[in-house]
């Protein structure tokens, strides 16, 4: 079975503006910008869902 599936999905302008860009994303967390990257490369850190996720990554 194939997992891979690519799909996309429509997203309306006003949607983005809500996105953080890797340099706010890490000042919002209070990190450096290295470990937003370190935590993608790694598959590792908050996954958003809770605070209790911030905490524990």
């Known amino acids: 079975m194939n997992t891979n599936k690519i799909t996309s999905v ?7 503006e809500l996105l953080m860009d890797v340099a706010e994303l890490a000042n919002y967390l209070g990190i450096p910008v290295s470990t937003v990257y370190d935590w993608h490369l790694h598959g590792k850190g908050p996954d958003g869902n ?3 996720s911030l905490e524990a990554a």
């Open 10 to 16: 429509a997203v309306s302008p006003e949607a983005l």
């Open 50 to 52: 809770d605070e209790k």
